[in-house]
């Protein structure tokens, strides 16, 4: 594992993410956590797919930024151990798994990061919450326009929002039109690349937020899933 990441990352950063990836192995034969469990694949496949992309993101120090629906901290957590700067927000909906996530934190000693327990739909609504972070980012969790509904209620004005995601992401842009007009977003790019090892390709979608989220979304929970903003 080590001497794999240190092909990207620097000493500190890989010794950080050979932990995490310890405790990620260790806790997924209690609870799901990942299906990728071989060492090489969890350092192409989570770390490097994570932590990759953000250079295309400009990621000032003091940036706030919320993963929604990080799952095993993808990739939320992985960003933060690779740019300790930021002030990270993990949210998941199964307590199971953000009891992992603070067990992570403690063991690395991580600060400037916090783990809510919520579904986006219903923490969106919440007054600390709302529009509240200059970056929403997600990995792997719906499709653009169900996204959308759950991110860009957190992101200010002038913020941005990150979908890391397969290469048929040009597909979703085209569904998700409305979607970016009605909860206030633009699209500004996609960047395009592939994994090493010829573990796939990979795209990711960046969008910027142009004006305030109306009131009215997220709509209650479960809903965005059953009928998408189209």
């Not at 499709?143 to 597909?171: D, H």
């Not at 910027?208 to 998408?228: D, F, H, L, N, V």
């Amino acid at each position: 594992m080590k001497e794999i990441l240190l092909n990207w990352f620097s000493p500190a950063v890989t010794e950080q993410l050979a932990r995490y990836a310890q405790l990620l192995v260790e806790w997924n034969e209690k609870i799901n956590l990942t299906a990728i469990t071989e060492e090489k694949e969890i350092a192409v496949k989570h770390f490097y797919d994570c932590i990759y992309p953000a250079r295309f993101l400009d990621l000032t120090p003091g940036l706030k930024v919320i993963d929604v629906g990080t799952g095993a901290g993808f990739p939320g957590l992985a960003l933060k151990i690779a740019y300790p700067e930021l002030q990270v927000t993990l949210l998941d909906s199964l307590q199971k798994r953000t009891i992992f996530l603070q067990t992570v934190i403690d063991e690395l000693g991580l600060k400037g990061i916090e783990v809510i327990h919520g579904r986006a739909e219903e923490v969106a609504r919440q007054k600390g919450q709302r529009e509240k972070y200059d970056l929403a980012v997600s990995r792997a969790v719906a499709a653009l326009p169900v996204l959308l509904e759950y991110t860009a209620p957190f992101v200010k004005v002038g913020g941005r929002i990150a979908a890391w995601k397969g290469p048929n992401l040009l597909e979703e842009k085209e569904s998700a039109h409305k979607a970016l007009v009605v909860l206030g977003a633009d699209w500004l790019t996609q960047y395009d690349y592939e994994l090493p090892f010829a573990m796939g390709k990979r795209a990711l979608g960046v969008m910027q937020k142009i004006s305030s989220t109306p009131g009215t979304y997220p709509r209650k929970a479960g809903t965005p899933e059953k009928r998408p903003i189209q």
